[in-house]
């Protein structure tokens, strides 16, 4: 038994899923495969991505935002444009035709934020398919206005009130879903994360970001960037940009994950950042850094940022972490909300809170910068969903 | 000594309840364990807690997490194990858990431990095939059980089948764990062609929540797998240890009809 696509990254990767849902990976992973070299399929894939969703996404120059921090010249890949207003969008529609192909008529998804979740209501309401997602009730609160938006998109938002109630629980609940239905369900995986052949499906229908990036920042400034910026969460919205960039030695690839409460007080998901609680470990069916306790049970999280509120990360990230293609560091709650507000002023766009977890970054290290040299920051989804939050941790802080 | 599980097999169709270390705590639990092998279990299997339970519906889920919040560890469910051999149980004793603890403890530290204990076998529901050589070059002498699912191509139970040790788990419906109201359809032809590449003994597992089910059952398969009906039914007496001896009777009443 042998799977058609290397199943690893490295020590990372893997298929641990029960037995029963092995066929369907299997299923999935030739339904992938065969897609790759059909005309047909790549014809209507890139035809959506252009007529549905948008692409290519605008490069915008963030010229006040440079000018504010006074060091390195500051580019947005702006997947905050697409439409539903995120990355997510790419791979949910990528994987919505693979289950045309494969002749499924039901999706279930689970959801963070909820931007994945109402992509895949998008996907299935373009396509046809039944929908159904599973979300955290701790992040239903929180992303109220996602949650609208996937019912109004006819899909069903399930509730989730086990364990920590968030991301990762939506997880366990849309896997016993699947594996109760497998037979005509699709489980449309929102990040590069999960059993084979998962993250590559995930990279690949993302890597669009990275490749229009690379083409149009050489058309823009006629040379790569210094250094190309993104949060992990799972790390679907980084891992589709670095793929435009990870054969570029010289491009310095930096991961941004939740630092929440700072990685001293225990509550955070950061993965790579907090060596006593993480280690390499399986959950969601991959091997993978986890966020863990000594005896092996997965911790709790926290994040502003419902999406990078997790504690796994995807294996490849693992993998470019531990040969030291990328580095990952982390960005606090305050520090991410602070990024928000900046971002607001200089440059008239409300970013995603995930994505204010990079902006963080690029406050942090443009100043240290040239003014010769180039950061491109992949803005992976708009903040309409985080104004509650925003409104809410305001009042906290005046 | 002769293999524990083997000789469990000598009768079938044998009743192999799955009980959790831990729930309602610690002690109890290890009374029921007791208790149930001592009134008409051949098997158990013990159950190690996990955080984030995928194969398991929501009284496994609810159970494992009442043990973990009262502290249960590997370290203690092994100690746990070793206290119910002590009290003279002979069956064989089945470590089921998920991978990632087992791997927190260290995987061959695990299996020497749980093998010192008393332990005869593991089964690992996210371990595939696929993954399971690195558990196999630590397991040693005992079995890895292996899984099969209605959904298993014939290809995959040919391979899975053929490399089989101690007893074949048969998942009876597409699904998580938990009782339905009726035997799946078809069982009969999904355990015959299990058979058609294996000796060794197939329990079914997976919905049978009554003994009429599990009789209906033992007249196909050569085990009964009884898990969500097992701590419901315990969980939710006042006494677990009384209701424990009359669940597993019952079961075994019924089986040996």
Same mark, same amino acid.
């Given at each position: ?177 699947? #594996? ?101 470990? #399986? ?116 | ?137 630590? #397991? ?118």
């Amino acid at each position: 038994m042998s799977t058609l696509l290397n199943p690893k990254f490295g020590k990372y990767g893997g298929q641990f899923v029960p037995e029963t849902l092995m066929p369907a990976l299997i299923e999935l992973e030739e339904a992938f495969v065969a897609s790759r070299t059909d005309a047909e399929f790549q014809k209507e894939f890139n035809k959506l991505m252009a007529s549905f969703v948008g692409r290519p996404t605008p490069l915008t120059y963030a010229k006040r935002l440079s000018e504010k921090l006074g060091g390195a010249q500051i580019y947005l890949k702006r997947e905050d444009l697409a439409h539903t207003g995120a990355h997510k969008i790419n791979n949910a529609l990528g994987q919505a035709l693979l289950v045309k192909r494969m002749g499924k008529k039901r999706i279930v998804a689970e959801t963070g934020a909820g931007q994945h979740g109402v992509a895949s209501a998008t996907a299935a309401a373009l396509l046809g398919l039944e929908c159904v997602v599973y979300m955290g009730s701790v992040d239903i609160a929180r992303q109220e206005p996602n949650v609208f938006r996937m019912k109004l998109l006819g899909a069903e938002v399930k509730p989730v009130n086990s364990g920590t109630k968030t991301l990762k629980d939506a997880i366990n609940e849309a896997i016993r879903d699947w #594996v109760t239905n497998v037979r005509d369900t699709h489980y449309l995986l929102g990040s590069a994360l999960g059993p084979h052949p998962y993250p590559t499906i995930v990279r690949e229908f993302q890597s669009v970001i990275g490749t229009e990036a690379r083409e149009q920042i050489l058309l823009e400034v006629g040379r790569l960037p210094d250094t190309v910026i993104a949060c992990v969460g799972g790390g679907s919205n980084a891992i589709g940009v670095f793929s435009g960039f990870v054969d570029d030695g010289d491009v310095e690839l930096i991961g941004v994950e939740a630092g929440g409460s700072g990685i001293d007080s225990g509550k955070h998901a950061a993965r790579f950042g907090d060596a006593t609680k993480a280690k390499v470990g #399986v959950i969601h069916g991959t091997r993978t850094y986890v966020l863990q306790d000594a005896d092996g049970q997965i911790a709790e999280t926290h994040s502003v940022s419902a999406g990078l509120d997790y504690a796994a990360v995807g294996p490849e990230h693992a993998m470019l972490r531990d040969n030291e293609r990328a580095f990952y560091t982390s960005a606090t709650d305050e520090e991410a909300l602070s990024a928000f507000h900046t971002l607001c002023h200089t440059e008239g766009i409300i970013p995603a809170l995930e994505s204010s977890h990079a902006i963080a970054e690029v406050i942090k290290r443009a100043s240290t910068m040239r003014k010769d040299q180039i950061v491109l920051v992949n803005l992976s989804g708009r903040g309409d969903k985080d104004l509650n939050t925003v409104i809410n941790e305001t009042a906290k802080n005046l | 000594m002769t293999n524990r599980i083997e000789q469990a097999f000598k009768n079938r169709p044998i009743f192999m309840p799955y009980f959790p270390l831990g729930y309602p705590n610690l002690e109890i639990s290890i009374d029921v364990i007791e208790a149930l092998a001592k009134n008409g279990a051949d098997l158990i299997e013990v159950g190690l807690s996990f955080s984030d339970p995928l194969a398991d519906g929501p009284v496994i889920q609810q159970a494992t997490q009442v043990a973990l919040e009262n502290g249960i560890t590997i370290q203690k469910a092994l100690a746990a194990v070793k206290e119910i051999r002590k009290r003279g149980v002979e069956i064989p004793l089945i470590l089921m858990g998920y991978y990632n603890p087992m791997l927190a403890y260290g995987l061959e530290q695990f299996v020497r431990d749980a093998q010192e204990a008393g332990a005869d076998g593991f089964i690992v529901p996210d371990l595939p095939a696929e993954e399971s050589s690195e558990f196999e070059n630590a #397991v040693g002498d005992l079995p890895l059980i292996r899984m099969l699912a209605p959904t298993s191509s014939s290809e995959r139970m040919e391979k899975i089948a053929r490399k089989a040790k101690g007893f074949i788990y048969l998942v009876s419906v597409t699904g998580i764990t938990g009782e339905r109201k009726t035997i799946a359809d078809g069982l009969s032809d999904l355990i015959a062609s299990v058979r058609e590449h294996t000796s060794v003994p197939v329990c079914v597992g997976f919905g049978i929540g009554t003994p009429e089910q599990a009789k209906e059952v033992g007249a196909m398969a050569d085990g009964v797998i009884v898990g969500t009906a097992c701590v419901r039914t315990i969980g939710s007496s006042e006494n677990p240890v009384e209701t424990a001896k009359e669940f597993a009777g019952q079961f075994r009443g019924a089986l040996s009809k």
